[in-house]
């Protein structure tokens, strides 16, 4: 059983009681749980690895859920851990190995967020889950929600495309769209609705739900036979991922199961970069800026509110560091991941692999170093990313002909 110990403040150490706050009653911070994990051995954790329940369950009491019946599992989590050669080549890094999240049941990596926050909302006994995105967590909360039978909603600024909904739509969502800016209008009436209403809040305001990314670090030991990358590389908005793998990493470390923890790397558009514009100030504070347009769309935040002081804690412990790209470097790391490793991941993903590009350039990642890029939304969520001349996909004559003078070539 995961067993919830109790929820602390992580900036003026509070402690609330388990299941009535989410925040600081003092400071607002979102409160961080504590789990009795202590009496788990190595055979426990064998057992974990063996498990015939591939899923993110498999660590069960490293979740803070109290029965296995209330698990809301779509089969997420043992995503592959790809060892890309010709990809590694072409940057540098021997030992390049690509997590592979597009493949998880809605695309992207929220699905392991919200396999555990729906798992606990249906275990407390919600019957609305919330969320205000314009494109991966609304899918995701949707996808989750429908299969725990609970109704979901789900708010977008007006404007929103509808592409970027559709998918939370044919889950069953109530998308409701408002007429205002996301940081602004959409933030105010979403806090709001939650108190109005009492609907489950699946953002990072939810310390219960942000426990779910802990199990990157517990399926890369398992797929790695204990040995720990030297780097992991994130592609990074709320700052969820950074905190919630180093959380997974120093259970693991303060249960003697590793000997050491990565170091985290967080990536991010050049227009949304608070973390690594604090980062590289020395500063423990996150200014918000005002996030510009990026192709890297589903990282397009420039207040990251929550957990973004921890997210930058989390990278100065491991020994980690901070990188931002531009929209041409992230291009290019779409197109090499997917015409060198073949996995078609959208641009706010493809940020992991310009990052090792461009810190194997600066000669802080060396040749030899393991290496881990965390791919985290498939490229179908955002296909018009790819670029394709007019001419490309012009209908030629269905002659050899015609084939010979397209591409050009002679037989094999
Ligand atoms: C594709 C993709 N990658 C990465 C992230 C990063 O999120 P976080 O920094 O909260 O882990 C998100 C979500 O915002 C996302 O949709
Ligand atoms: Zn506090």
Known sequence: MGL????????????????TAFQCAECRSVLEIQLKI???????????????DRS????????????????????E???????????????????????????????????????????????????????????????????????????????VPKGTAPSKILQAQAYGATVIVVDGDFDNEVAKLYKSALNEFGWYDCLSSNPYRDEGKKSYAYEMVDQMDGRVPDWVIHPTAGGTGIYAMWKG??????????????????????????????????????????????????IQVGNPVSLGWRALASLR??????????????????VVLARLAGVFAEPAAATSVAAAKKLRDRGVIDRDDIVVCNLTGHGLKQPDSIQVSETEFAPIAPTLNALREKIGRSPE
């Open 38 to 52: 202590d009496h788990l051995t190595r055979g426990d954790f064998e057992a974990m690895r063996r498990s015939r």
């Open 4 to 19: 919830v110990k109790s929820l602390r403040c992580p900036k003026c150490g509070n402690e609330a009681v388990p299941r």
């Open 56 to 75: 993110i369950w498999r660590w069960f009491d490293f979740f803070p859920l109290e029965k296995r019946s209330s698990i809301v599992s779509l089969g």
């Open 317 to 334: 412990e491991s020994g980690g560091t901070a990188v931002a790209l531009s929209d041409r470097e992230i291009l290019e790391g779409q």
């Open 249 to 298: 990493y120093k259970e693991l470390l303060s249960l003697g199961w590793i000997e050491r923890a990565p170091k985290l790397v967080a990536a991010q558009s050049e227009a949304a970069a608070p973390i690594v514009a604090a980062f590289e100030k020395g500063s423990t504070k996150i200014e918000a800026v005002v996030a510009r347009e990026t192709i890297a769309e589903s």
């Open 77 to 155: 989590g043992d995503t592959p851990l790809i060892h890309a050669r010709r990809l590694g080549e072409k940057i540098g890094v021997a030992n390049l190995y690509l997590k592979n999240d597009t493949v998880l049941p809605t695309g992207s990596l929220k699905d392991r967020s919200n396999s555990v926050g729906i798992s606990v909302a249906r275990e407390w006994g919600f019957k609305t889950a919330a969320v205000m995105s314009t494109g991966n967590a609304a899918a995701s909360v949707a996808a989750y929600a429908a299969a725990a039978g609970i109704e979901s909603i789900v708010m």
